[in-house]
Each structure stands twice: as C-alpha cells, then as structure tokens.
C-alpha cells in the first residue's frame, strides 16, 4: 500500500516475533486437524469442526493484520499531508 510522497507500508514489520499466517488448502487443513486431535489424546475429535476452526483463526488473523496495516498507513498519510501543508506555509 502507498501512500503520497515518498512513503511505501508498511516502512517496518508490525509483526516481527509472530508467527507466520498459515496458508493451507482444504485437505491441508484437515490433515493438520487430525494430527492435533492424535496429539491431544481424544480418540473422538470432529476433525471437520477443528479443520474450521483452525480456518477460520487464520482468516481472522489475516484480516486483523491487514486492519493493522491500514491504520497505520492511514495515520502517515494525515502526517505526510500536515507536513505537506505546513511545508508550503512556510511553517516549520
């Protein structure tokens, strides 16, 4: 995302320390949901429930972070254009 000037977002890694959002297919998905519930010991685990489950909290982690990055970048944009405006009022 760019914004006016001189400026590319986002300019530093919100997210540095935080584990990747993980892209999976449908079968993907699945397989990870069964070796969980295998791990966790509940031999009856709805495989199809946490393969949702685990979907649906990467789609909303990438949507959060996505929001993240466009406030920021929204909030530069005000700066760079008061700077802007100041700059050619001769306000320094």
């Known amino acids: 995302m760019a914004v006016s000037g001189e ?7 919100y ?3 935080q584990p990747p959002i993980e892209t999976r297919s449908d079968a993907e ?11 966790s010991g509940v031999p009856d685990g709805d495989v ?10 990467a789609t909303r982690e990438e949507v959060l972070r996505a929001e993240i990055v466009a406030g920021w970048a929204a909030i530069e944009e005000e700066a760079y ?6 700059t050619e009022e001769g306000v320094t």
């Open 15 to 17: 997210f540095a320390g």
């Open 81 to 86: 254009q008061m700077n802007q405006a100041m």
């Open 48 to 57: 199809a429930a946490l393969a949702s489950a685990l979907r649906a909290s």
């Open 29 to 39: 998905w699945e397989e990870r949901a069964r070796f969980v519930i295998a791990e």
């Open 7 to 13: 400026f590319t977002y986002p300019p530093i890694d």
